[in-house]
């Protein structure tokens, strides 16, 4: 009995060590992209946070840690980030350009987005476009 025992511990070590193994081999994470966020403001408390997403008409506000972070674009292409940029200049918003990393299915909408980005100059199309982007990442975020 202490045989079969000693046997089956031993499958189970040899089992348990060779999946470690092939996962860190293989690296299996969950593959993220990188895209740029302008940031309008990062507060403390959430009202002020608030009072800046509304004053910025369709930005959104993403809970970091113990800060609310207010994020009035987000884009991953040179050209959808030049034409947010001035998009954010023209309604008069400074904002700080970081990145932040996404998963793919993020990533995907904002790539559709971007399509319809690319294709227009008109500001009040693309303000829509921004806003409806903003509110589908903060739905995946959720």
């Known amino acids: 009995m202490k045989k079969k025992l000693l046997i089956i511990l031993?499958?189970?070590?040899?089992?348990?060590t060779m999946a470690l193994?092939?996962?860190?081999?293989?690296?299996?994470?969950?593959?993220?992209y990188r895209v740029a966020?302008?940031?309008?403001?990062?507060?403390?408390?959430?009202?002020n946070?608030?009072?800046k997403a509304q004053d910025a008409k369709g930005a959104i506000i993403i809970s970091n840690n113990?800060?609310?972070?207010?994020?009035?674009?987000?884009?991953?292409?040179?050209?959808?980030?030049?034409?947010?940029a001035n998009?954010?200049?023209?309604?008069?918003l400074d904002y700080y350009l970081k990145e932040i990393d996404l998963n793919e299915e993020s990533?995907?909408?904002i790539d559709e987005y971007e399509l319809l980005i690319n294709k227009t100059n008109d500001l009040e199309v693309l303000k829509k476009l921004n806003e409806e982007l903003l509110k589908s990442i903060l739905e995946r975020m959720k």
Do not use: M, P, R, W
């Open 10 to 16: 031993f499958a189970l070590f040899l089992g348990g």
């Open 107 to 109: 990533k995907e909408t």
């Open 66 to 84: 113990e800060n609310y972070q207010v994020i009035g674009a987000i884009a991953s292409s040179k050209e959808s980030q030049d034409k947010l």
């Open 49 to 51: 946070a608030l009072k």
């Open 87 to 92: 998009l954010l200049k023209n309604e008069q």
């Open 37 to 47: 966020i302008y940031q309008l403001g990062i507060f403390k408390n959430y009202d």
């Open 21 to 32: 193994v092939t996962l860190h081999k293989f690296n299996f994470k969950a593959k993220t």
